[in-house]
């Protein structure tokens, strides 16, 4: 039956279900399943009793000012947020804890106590205040996985200027683009960074940034990390210039140690960040202090089940919103021990992550599907040669997870033991949304299963009709303190993308139902299951339309990752005369695999085996790698463009620009 109504077909069933291990479950910080029934019946009591766990200046005095698509959090209070990470702990026992243990790809280390940071901090703060940096405004950092990355995002936030990151692995061109768009006075960066064995002309992109094809007129000084060349000479060619540039140890080391926390009001801007430009021009996201601090705060404890020995690490860099919350903000706020690493997992060889697990004995290991199917594309041996018995818990973030992928993270990183927590959320959302409660949800392989006490989640029809078990459109009903508060500098973008999509529509259902109310779309689609666990199963902008079928990307992807022959697949509709559209299948395999026109029939009936005829690929291209953002996630529409025979769209956001061209070139001399 085609599918008249605006939901998404559903397709992959899953019959896996993991409940918490009895033991992790009865030392978990969570073990009462009343909390999500508690935090639905008083939201804002919930928030206001995490919120309170901070440390205010001044208290609050209104927890939520909501004016869709408009909210205020906290209101009247004042606070700090790099107060909330260091100095608070000073006065405990945290004072001489562990807060950063970092290695360099070389495998130099460097560690800090919180007191340690604490000082590192005030001196950066004082530096910064030195160039001219005042409360308000804005501090674009361009650095690798370094100490002072985070130094820098916590000095900002001490003296009240909001950080704009720019991952290092970004063009000179697109960091110009970010410093233009936010309207940065310093930046901050370093002479190069060290990635797979060689190294990142940080320093020479920066400058191409900031003089050439207009430059960054607005930028007065730069302040240069040396975490390369030896004293004087600045890699790659670039130089320091004279009255602009100042290298960090000289300027930091010398600067006055006691730097104040300014006491900033509960929603003045923290940090701008763009989001990874999956589906397009890169959106600045804006985020403010008090309600983000609380909803970081909130998750990194819960959801991590993070308790004071443990030792944290999430494989993020600190230019994707994953980094700002969940390696600085939660984590410190949280006075945890962050384990922060600054190269590729298989330098020098693919056993690096599992090596630094063992060394450093990490409890709690946060990463990406993407860095999943790297570790099972690479084999099993790996990860085996390690002692992995600190680890208690694992987590995944940043695209649908294969549920094969899934499982052989639980089985060769989590040996059985470790529950996993899928957890979704967006650059936009500020902090986790959906996500198991690791000491009470039962997990199943690819669903991150229910919202986040105090949240609102429900699968919608375009119409607006809420789907109990189905699939739909991802909607959030409710505000949440972590919520971004606008497109810098594009209100209309912000209105028209986030909150136009069931604007004047009726949502929800019977007494449910709200005439107006105003309601989240954060672009993906999704579906929930029988037992009321959420699955995202694709960006709408992916979404198959196959012979009046809606179909997500995420469904037939899983189906091909099931076959063992197959590390990654990423499938799009191509247009098709008769079906509307066909599926294209583009499709990795694991080492050692021969990619024979045998394998192509056999995985298109494997698909057709596990989620039905009505998904089988018309067409698989075996692929050496996909295109993928620098962030690691597949983009599906440079796919689209080449099944489709178009020019390839947008590609700046791409981590290697050869990888589409080379398909494209494979797709192409095929089918001629
Ligand atoms: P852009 O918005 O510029 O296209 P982006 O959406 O990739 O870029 P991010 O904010 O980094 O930028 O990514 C958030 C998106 O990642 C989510 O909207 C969702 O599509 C996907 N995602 C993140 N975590 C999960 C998860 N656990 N399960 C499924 N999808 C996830
Ligand atoms: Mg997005």
């Not at 957890?423 to 409660?437: D, F, H, K, R, S």
């Not at 699939?471 to 508060?485: E, I, Q, V, Y």
Request: some cysteine.
């Amino acid at each position: 039956m085609a599918n008249e109504e605006n939901t998404l077909d559903t397709l992959l069933t899953e019959d896996r279900a993991f409940p918490p291990p009895p033991e992790f479950a009865r030392a978990a910080l969570v073990s009462d399943p009343g909390i999500y029934a508690a935090a639905d019946a008083d939201p804002e009591a919930f928030w206001a009793g995490w919120a309170g766990r901070l440390h205010w200046f001044k208290p609050w005095d209104r927890v939520l000012d909501w004016q869709p698509p408009f909210a205020r959090w906290f209101g009247g209070g004042t606070l700090n947020a790099a107060y909330n990470c260091l100095d608070r702990h000073l006065d405990g026992p945290r004072r001489t804890k562990r807060a950063l243990a970092w290695e360099g790809e070389p495998g130099d280390r460097r560690e800090y106590t919180y007191e340690q940071l604490h000082a590192e901090v005030s001196r950066a703060a004082s530096a910064l205040k030195g160039m001219g940096v005042a409360r308000g405004d804005r501090v674009a950092i361009y650095l690798p996985m370094v100490p002072e990355a985070a130094v820098a995002m916590l000095a900002c936030a001490r003296i009240g200027a909001a950080h704009s990151v720019v991952f290092g692995g970004f063009s000179a061109e697109s960091l110009r683009d970010r410093i233009r768009d936010a309207q940065a006075k310093v930046l901050i960066t370093a002479d190069g960074g060290y990635r797979r064995g060689g190294v990142v002309a940080l320093k020479r992109a920066a400058d191409e940034a900031l003089e050439e094809e207009g430059g960054c007129p607005g930028i007065e000084h730069v302040l240069v990390v040396r975490r390369h060349g030896p004293d004087g000479e600045v890699l790659g060619g670039a130089r320091m210039k004279q009255g602009r540039d100042r290298w960090w140890h000289d300027c930091v080391a010398g600067a006055e140690a006691e730097c104040p926390a300014e006491e900033m009001e509960a929603e003045d801007l923290l940090y701008i960040l763009y989001t990874s430009g999956t589906t397009g021009k890169p959106k600045g996201i804006m985020h403010t202090t008090g309600g983000y601090m609380t909803q970081v705060l909130a998750t990194t404890q819960l959801v991590f089940d993070l308790k004071d020995d443990d030792v944290y690490w999430c494989t993020a860099d600190v230019g994707w919103v994953t980094g700002h919350s969940y390696i600085v903000y939660g984590p410190l706020a949280a006075g945890a021990t962050v384990v922060m690493y600054e190269g590729a997992p298989d330098a020098p060889d693919r056993g690096r992550m599992w090596k630094i697990v063992e060394d450093y004995r990490v409890t709690i290991f946060y990463t990406a599907p993407t860095a999943i199917r790297a570790f099972m594309k690479w084999g099993v041996d790996w990860p085996a040669k390690h002692d992995l018995s600190s680890l208690r818990l694992l987590g995944t973030v940043g695209e649908p997870i294969n549920p094969e992928a899934w499982i052989w993270y639980h089985k060769h990183i989590g040996h059985e033991r470790c529950p996993i927590v899928d957890t979704w959320w967006q650059t936009e959302t500020g902090a986790i949304m959906i996500t198991p409660l690791p000491g009470v949800t039962e997990t199943v392989p690819g669903s991150a299963t229910r919202a986040f006490p105090g949240i609102r989640a429900d699968i919608l029809t375009l119409e607006g009709r809420r789907i109990e078990v189905g699939g739909g459109f991802l909607a959030l009903r409710r505000p949440w303190p972590s919520m971004l508060r606008g497109i810098w500098g594009d209100e209309e973008r912000f209105r028209e993308t986030y909150w136009s999509k069931w604007a004047g529509k009726t949502v929800g259902e019977g007494d449910d139902a709200q005439p107006g109310e105003s309601v989240y779309f954060p672009g993906d689609g999704a579906k929930r299951d029988e037992r009321g666990n959420f699955w995202v199963i694709g960006r709408i902008d992916d979404v198959l339309n196959v012979a009046g079928h809606r179909i997500g990307t995420m469904e037939v992807e899983s189906a091909l990752v099931d076959h063992p022959a197959v590390a990654e697949a990423a499938v799009v509709g191509k247009a098709h005369e008769l079906k509307g559209q066909a599926v294209a299948a583009f499709v990795t395999l694991k080492e050692g695999q021969e990619p024979t026109d045998a394998l192509k029939k056999e995985l298109s009936d494997h698909v057709v085996r596990k989620i039905g005829a009505i998904a089988r690929p018309d067409d698989i291209l075996f692929a050496g790698d996909l295109p993928k953002t620098r962030s690691g996630k597949i983009m599906r529409r440079l796919l689209k463009d080449i099944a489709e025979g178009r020019a390839l769209g947008d590609t700046t956001t791409l981590a290697d620009p050869g990888v589409v061209a080379r398909l494209k070139g494979d797709y192409e001399s095929r089918e001629g």
